[in-house]
């Protein structure tokens, strides 16, 4: 499975089974972990069968059954941006491992979730992962012209990585972005008020990057 696949088959899943992550899957996964937090400054870490943050001890915990394995997005504050755009980077990488996820930022025991934080760091939010019951289900989201200023005859990568922007997560599918095209470069924003707008946007951008074959540069205005 390639990234632009993984986009179109990555659904939010709550529920997981008991299922261990396979050991291979889960080096691989810490190494994509490891060159995120060498380029962004972050210190995202992997932590594995814990059962309190989820209360996977318990039949349900809010919508989540089942979760025991975690992302922590920690880093220094002020880096909203940063932890969306890697921290979907290592989702996509363990959707191709086959190992499903969940972005969560409030259904969670946070004074039970485990990852260290230094003098000035935060933690932003965290992400579920397992072997999901099923394989989630996609919502109906925004049309392209309603975040874009996208018309016909406009260059196929533009549109091809807005179409993979609006298959991103964001919080309560709210999709508060808008991009912008300056001929061969791209601006990219939040669109209005909501919560995580910034984490939203990062996790957009690095979607409309594989969806466009677009390296970051493409933002450089």
């Not at 086959?98 to 025991?109: D, P």
């Not at 919502?139 to 993979?164: C, F, M, N, Q």
Request: hydrophobic share 35%; proline share 3%; with cysteine.
């Amino acid at each position: 499975m390639d990234m632009v696949e993984a986009i179109r088959q990555r659904h939010s899943v709550r529920r997981f089974t008991d299922r261990p992550l396979d050991e291979t899957a889960v080096r691989a996964l810490q190494e994509e972990i490891d060159a995120c937090n060498r380029e962004s400054g972050l210190r995202i870490q992997l932590v594995l069968n814990e059962p309190e943050a989820f209360q996977a001890n318990k039949p349900s915990y809010g919508q989540f059954g089942g979760c025991r394995n975690y992302l922590a997005i920690i880093g220094p504050k002020g880096k909203d941006e940063e932890a969306g755009y890697y921290g979907e980077r290592i989702v996509l990488k363990a959707q191709t491992l086959g190992i499903q996820s969940c972005w969560v930022a409030l259904t969670y025991q946070k004074g039970k979730t485990q990852g260290t934080l230094n003098a000035g760091e935060k933690r932003y939010l965290v992400v579920a992962l397992g072997y999901g019951e099923t394989s989630g289900v996609s919502h109906k989201g925004k049309a392209i012209t309603d975040v874009s200023d996208y018309h016909e005859g406009d260059p196929a990568w533009y549109r091809d990585g807005l179409e993979a922007a609006l298959l991103a997560p964001t919080a309560i599918n709210q999709q508060k972005f808008r991009f912008e095209r300056k001929d061969d470069k791209v601006v990219a924003r939040v669109s209005g008020f909501g919560f995580y707008t910034k984490i939203d946007l990062g996790i957009v951008k690095w979607h409309f990057e594989i969806g466009s074959g677009k390296g970051p540069e493409i933002f450089n205005i």
